[in-house]
């Protein structure tokens, strides 16, 4: 059953959420600006074994400080929505979902109000707000690592290579938000979606690749022209080789 949470129990729930988490720690906040417990309890993730700790935040760009932090933290992957409007705080075993920025001003000086939900006791609720965030990383967010400071980054390198797991040192720079419709297909289905060259799955297909995560897998369709690839593309390589040139164009 869910527990309503007020201002200082939000904090404290949030810090026992992120100390707790094993194997999915999520944040979710337009606004970051991280205490000093916020900021330990994230350096111990860094020495521990926890998979992997996502964070989107938005509508304005961080702060020189909370950024260069957040980049030498290996374990962070940190993404951007100019939209963002929702705050929420997770890992595998239960979810808040707040008022609250994980904003050190706002645990202070705000009043806010909070839900905490278990897993084990609500699970269908817990659910559908992980589909829901997944779909936003997926087809809505940006990830930092591929930000450019003066062009997009939809264009097809010459020689594409794998999918690295090595942080980004790159400024931050709020991304273009693009106001024209660029036609790719899903490299599975062969639906039509954005071309994107880092996202070149649609949601549905992207869930049941997640499930191995081969950047490898052979796929039937290209990116760029949507014709059969007969195996010749997958996630690492989306694009034929014959169309590169005039997927750079």
């Not at 278990?118 to 930092?144: C, F, G, N, P």
């Not at 290579?161 to 942080?167: C, M, V, Y």
Request: aromatic share 10%; with cysteine; proline share 5%.
């Amino acid at each position: 059953m869910a527990k309503y949470l007020r201002t200082s129990a939000i904090t404290s729930e949030v810090e026992d959420l992120i100390s707790k988490a094993k194997d999915r720690l999520v944040i979710i906040s337009p606004y970051l600006q991280l205490s000093d417990k916020v900021r330990e309890l994230l350096e111990n993730k860094e020495r521990g074994k926890i998979v992997k700790v996502i964070i989107l935040c938005g509508k304005e760009k961080l702060k020189t400080e909370e950024l260069e932090f957040l980049q030498n933290l290996k374990c962070v992957n940190l993404y951007f929505y100019k939209d963002l409007h929702a705050k929420c705080y997770l890992n595998e075993k239960k979810m808040i979902i707040s008022s609250m920025n994980l904003y050190e001003y706002s645990q202070k000086n705000n009043i806010e109000m909070g839900i905490l939900i278990e897993k084990d006791i609500d699970e269908q609720v817990y659910d559908d707000a992980w589909d829901d965030i997944e779909s936003m990383l997926y087809h809505r967010a940006t990830d930092y690592e591929n930000i450019e400071a003066s062009k997009g980054t939809n264009k097809v390198k010459t020689e594409p290579s794998k999918p690295s797991a090595a942080k980004s040192n790159a400024s931050f720079v709020v991304p273009p938000q693009p106001n024209t419709f660029v036609p790719g297909f899903c490299i599975r289905t062969g639906v039509p979606i954005p071309f994107n060259i880092e996202k070149p799955l649609s949601y549905d297909a992207y869930k049941q690749w997640n499930k191995y995560k081969d950047p490898d897998y052979p796929e039937k369709y290209c990116h760029f022209s949507g014709e059969l690839s007969n195996g010749e593309t997958s996630v690492s390589h989306p694009v034929l080789r014959k169309n590169w040139k005039k997927a750079n164009n």
